[in-house]
C-alpha cells in the first residue's frame, strides 16, 4: 500500500509555477503563453511551433504589461528601473521606448 501511494507521488504532474515576468513556466517549460489574456495554451503552442509569433514583439508586449502593472504600484522612474533589471540586456532608453511606443495608425 505504502508502495501505490509513493508511485501515485512520482507520477504527479510537475507543479506551475508563476514567473517575476509574467510567464507561466513548470520546471520541464521555460516559458509558456504570454498571450494567456488572448488565447488557449494549445493554440499558442501550436502557432509558435509554425514560427508565426515575433520574439521580439512578443517580449514587447510583455514588457508594456508588466510596465502597466508596476504603475500601480510605482512611480514611472522606479518602473522603468525595475525593467532595466529585469532585462538587463536591454537599454535603459530602448525599455523606455517600448513602454511609450505609440500604436500604429
Known sequence: MAQMALKEQKEAPPEEIRADDGFTTSPTEVRVNPLGDFMDDQ???Q???YRLFDAKSL???QIR???REMRKKMTASDALDKLQEMYSYLQYDTIRKIVYMSKAS
Do not use: G, H
Open 43 to 45: 493554440t499558442f503552442a
Open 47 to 49: 502557432l509558435q511551433q
Open 59 to 61: 517580449r514587447d508586449f
Open 65 to 67: 504589461k508588466t510596465y
